[in-house]
């Protein structure tokens, strides 16, 4: 059964259960709902580097911080398409273009971006973006060319936020999701750990992913990747088990979404991803670059895949149950 009534207290439980058990329970859920077998490949695009207004604590991208990022105006249409192709035929099933924007304006950049969705839709890749905050308007315009889904992350708990980000609310972020659900595109949320936030922290972001009127069909985990000349440069490593925990207790209270093992695969082994895998974790970036930062490479990944005896989920695969594309 998929439930959006989860109590704070049932979720601390989940959390908190004795970790074999917990991922016991997880890789339980995860197959009453999925092919644990299929793990989905995406390949992240930034098309638009740097020079951000925003003061995210944990991102290289934000122009007050003082990074080795280069600022990089939005790439012209046919450099993404190659790039997008190469991904394809580097087995990626779901393409993901970031721009370094607080939101997007309606403007001749987000008229490029436009062809850029069009361009990559028409190649059988899921197409997704993350381009900071979006009306309900461009959500629709964005969804006429072809998005499939888009990226906006809660990154935290609404308790912890303040801490981390002071240019845009909590609320806002929530304004955004509701946009692009609104606008019938598939909702890919989630948040990082390892930014200086509490276990009550983790377990908040969990519950209000977990109560939004729908599921997001895609919850995102990242852990910090600390970057030289950010303020959380020298945050401590998350150890892997708090992973584990994220990941399992996203997968029992949102059966059916495809948890991503996003940033910070770069420093796990083979086996640590693995307890991942077990623990429900069922996508992840490949390529080897995330945004800015580095991440393992597609002949390591292929490798794992072949070790774990993963195989690759095919593109488009919940279309025409949920109706979520223009056909
Ligand atoms: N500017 C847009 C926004 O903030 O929504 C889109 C791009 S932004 C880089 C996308 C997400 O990347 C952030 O919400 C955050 O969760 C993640 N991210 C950024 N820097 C990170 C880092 N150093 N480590 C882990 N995740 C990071
Ligand atoms: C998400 O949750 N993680 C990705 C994607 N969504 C956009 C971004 C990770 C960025 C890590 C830092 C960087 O490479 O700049
Ligand atoms: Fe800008 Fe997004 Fe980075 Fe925040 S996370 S500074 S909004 S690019």
Redesign the pocket.
Known sequence: MIRNDWTRQEITEIYNTPVLELIYNAATVHRQFNDAQEVQVCT?L?VKTGGCPEDCAY???AARYHTDVKVHKLMEVEEVIGKALEAKEAGSTRF?M?AAWREVRDNKDFDKVLEMVKGVSTMGMEVCC?LGMLSYEQANKLKEAGLYAY?H?LDTSEEFYGDIITTRTYKDRLDTLENVRGAKISVCS?GIIGLGENENDRIGMLHTLATLPEHPESV?V?AL?PVEGTPLEDQEKVSVWEMIRMIATARIIMPKAMV?L??GRVRMTLEEQALCFLAGANSI?AGD?????PNPGIIQDKEMFQVLNLKPRKAYKEVGKKQLVNS
């Not at 670059?289 to 930062?293: D, G, R």
Request: glycine share 8%.
């Open positions: 992240l930034s991102c290289p991208q993901c970031g993350t990226n992350n989630g995102p990242n990747v991503r996003s940033a970036f670059k995330l945004l800015t930062t």
